[in-house]
């Protein structure tokens, strides 16, 4: 890529959000230190030399880059994030989220400083931080575990020279009940109670997919964009196998069974529907709550902006469906009058409940029916012990459970 005007010389300029010097060669920003001082304009002297010695090209100008601050580091991986976290249909996958809070912390307490010497105390800082912040023991594990990864990748594209990531290895994970952080509690089975409490206050898409997480023991992210097109309804237990799923990035195939009573909560979704549109679809949920209103609750004909500002999807996202989840308990569980501070937290934790939750609903009932190595192949959990022929007797086994109890 050549610059507009080949004659003009990038300019060595000021960053103000972190006080850096900057460059801009084809398109990318490349920063240099602190500005206004003798060595962010030698780097900015030397960047150049070899650029026009390049053919004002970028190219492998990177690899004499290395003083990279952590602020360009991350830059410069949030750019491969972007194209590499993402699903078969071109969705952002949910490790974007991850990776956006993860660097959060440590762009804010050490953006300016070289990446090169980002240590093991440094990662502490960070991790102290997370913990300041209220974040979960085991969520502050996985974070740190994240930017590590930042760090390797790094190394990986040659942004820094020395293997950090192998210094950050030495800080051990927080264990539980030595650390100031606060742990969460195991993940439960949701009382059946507390189930059918919430079927009058949501839609009957959402309402399908809690019935069809019970009856299969899928994961809320393999159901919410379950397509015709995707179901094989040859035999007399359906086959789903999902576009996108948990571990597909790692090669692996996902199958998910549909018994007899899993089938007929899919059935009524499926007459005129096109075979690559989402059975389950918010779309569908808000035009039938229109339908149902009543005369003179239903929106005016031509609504204002404000009121027509959220664009609702083609299929329920895990975070909608999760949220559509608990709006209803806390309709169906109103907190009493003059509830706050943390009692109104504890009345949540104990009145609301999520999707993964219904998972392990499932897994307790198969585990206990029918043993767990039905639970593993139903539920799709690997075993690296598993051989080729025992899988294919778990599979035959799991056929016949799932046509007698899903």
């Known amino acids: 890529m050549l610059e507009k005007n080949p004659r003009k010389i990038p300019s060595y300029r000021l960053h103000k959000p972190t006080g850096q010097a900057v460059v801009t060669l084809c398109g990318r920003d490349i920063y240099l230190g602190q500005h206004g001082v003798p060595a962010s304009r030698e780097r900015y002297d ?54 956006k809070q993860a660097l959060r912390p440590l762009r ?13 105390l440094d990662l502490q800082s960070v991790r102290q931080e997370m913990i300041r912040l209220g974040w979960s023991r085991k969520n502050i594990n996985k974070q740190i575990s994240r930017v590590r990864t930042v760090f390797r990748w790094g190394l990986e594209q040659e942004i820094i020279d020395t293997p950090v990531h192998e210094r950050l290895r030495a800080v051990r994970g927080l264990a539980r009940g030595r650390t100031e952080a606060r742990d969460t509690d195991p993940i439960r089975p949701v009382p059946e109670s507390l189930i059918e409490a919430i079927r009058p206050y949501v839609s009957r898409q959402v309402w399908a997919l809690i019935q069809l997480q019970l009856l299969t023991g899928a994961r809320a992210g393999e159901l919410v964009g379950m397509r015709p097109v995707d179901l094989d309804t040859a035999g007399q237990v359906w086959v789903y196998a999902p576009a996108s799923h948990k571990t597909a990035h790692h090669g692996h195939a996902r199958t998910i069974y549909i018994g007899p009573k899993a089938q007929s909560v899919i059935k009524p979704f499926l007459p005129g529907r096109a075979v690559t549109t989402p059975l389950l679809s918010p779309r569908d949920a808000v035009a039938e709550k229109a339908i149902e209103a009543p005369s003179h609750r239903r929106p005016k004909q031509q609504p204002n902006r404000r009121a027509t500002a959220r664009t609702v999807g083609d299929h329920y996202t895990v975070a909608s469906y999760r949220r559509a989840i608990q709006r209803a308990c806390d309709k169906a569980f109103p907190p009493p009058d003059g509830m706050e501070g943390e009692e109104m937290r504890q009345w949540r934790k104990e009145h609301r409940w999520h999707p993964h939750q219904l998972r392990h609903n499932a897994a307790t009932h198969i585990r206990r029916e029918e043993g767990i190595e039905v639970a593993r192949i139903i539920l799709g959990h690997r075993s690296l012990g598993m051989t080729e022929v025992y899988a294919e007797q778990d599979t035959r086994k799991a056929l016949e459970v799932i046509q007698r109890i899903g």
């Open 46 to 99: 030397r960047l150049i030399a070899k650029w026009l010695a390049n053919n004002r090209k970028l190219r492998d100008l990177h690899r004499s880059n290395r003083q990279s601050t952590v602020t360009e580091l991350i830059a410069a991986f949030w750019r491969y994030a972007q194209a590499y976290y993402r699903k078969p249909d071109g969705t952002a996958t949910s490790e974007l989220s991850n990776y």
């Open 108 to 120: 804010r307490l050490y953006g300016s400083t070289p990446a090169a010497q980002f240590g093991p």
